[in-house]
């Protein structure tokens, strides 16, 4: 049975949950997932989950991601990206200093209002249906953190290409929507590729086309605990390891306290688990009962 991460470079005009719609097909597994949605308009790194490698999709998708994104100056729609319908239009005006002298307004911690095209529920449904029936309702400002936000070269006279580094949870197209409202002139997003999410890059990725093309489509599949690779690994003995599997805690009066990937004896991972004051506990499994 297959399981692991996939790391997939998401194609234009597919869905996260078309990818893994895909998936379950070739890898013929009905536990797959992603971590961290993609718009259908939107490529890049969508990591996916395999078999018992599902357990783990909670810890990816509270990592911070990286994209470089395209704000188009001067256009306003109904989605903040150029796919939905244009609300207004305006000549824009500013050059790039302007843009650069209002970039700090939105990096560190920030509030941003959820887009109405998204899946954020609201009295038990996603805004995007209230939208497309022509609906709007108020939206609690959600908090996220934009790490980096840099202009990487302009493109014509009214598009820029820029770098982000945000926390789970950020709208890019709110965000080039937002800095469009600050330049008085308005904006949407036009492009947007992830570079890198859950500790993962493009350099990791592979299309969908290699994995259906490959003769061995699960020798792409990295293993789980690469996912947890800054964590320390912790190899058990027997005594601990059998009581691991049997979900009760084990005693390591030597070892510190701290978070740990945890092995068996024969090298296997077997989850992970946290050490506080001499005993051993799991956080999640990841063995095959």
């Known amino acids: 049975m297959a399981n692991g991460i996939l790391i997939v470079d998401k194609p234009q005009g597919w869905t996260s949950m078309d990818v893994c719609a ?53 256009v306003v729609t109904n989605t903040q990206d150029a796919t939905g319908e244009v609300l207004e239009t305006h000549p824009v005006t500013v050059a790039q200093a302007d843009l650069e002298a209002v970039l700090p307004r939105f990096r560190g911690d920030i509030l941003q209002i959820p887009p109405m095209f998204s899946a954020v529920k609201r ?29 990487l070269r302009p493109l014509g006279e009214d598009g820029y290409e820029l770098r982000i580094v945000c926390s789970k949870g950020t709208y890019v197209r709110t965000l080039c929507h937002d800095i469009g409202q600050t330049l008085g002139c308005g904006g949407c997003m036009s492009a947007l590729r992830r570079v890198r999410a859950a500790g993962f890059t493009l350099e990791d990725a592979v299309t969908l086309d290699q994995v259906q093309a490959h003769a061995d489509p699960a020798a792409l599949l990295r293993p789980v605990d690469s996912l947890f690779a800054g964590w320390p690994a912790l190899s058990l003995k027997a005594a601990a390891e059998k009581k ?3 979900g009760a805690s084990a005693p390591l009066p030597d070892v510190p306290d701290g978070e740990y990937r945890v092995y068996g004896q ?19 499994s990841f063995f095959e009962v």
């Open 22 to 74: 895909k998936l379950r097909g070739v890898f013929h597994e009905k536990r797959v997932g992603h971590a961290g949605t993609l718009d259908p308009m939107a490529t890049g790194v969508l990591p996916v989950f395999i078999g018992r490698a599902t357990r783990a999709v909670e810890f990816a998708a509270q990592s911070d991601k990286e994209y470089i994104a395209v704000l188009k100056l001067g």
């Open 266 to 284: 024969n090298g296997k991972f077997l989850a992970l688990g946290a050490v506080k004051g001499g005993i051993l506990t799991a956080v999640k």
């Open 123 to 151: 009295d038990g449904k996603k805004l995007y249906e209230l939208a497309r029936k022509g609906k709007e309702v108020e939206r609690q400002p959600r908090p996220v953190t934009i790490h980096t936000l840099e202009v």
């Open 244 to 246: 691991v599997r049997n």
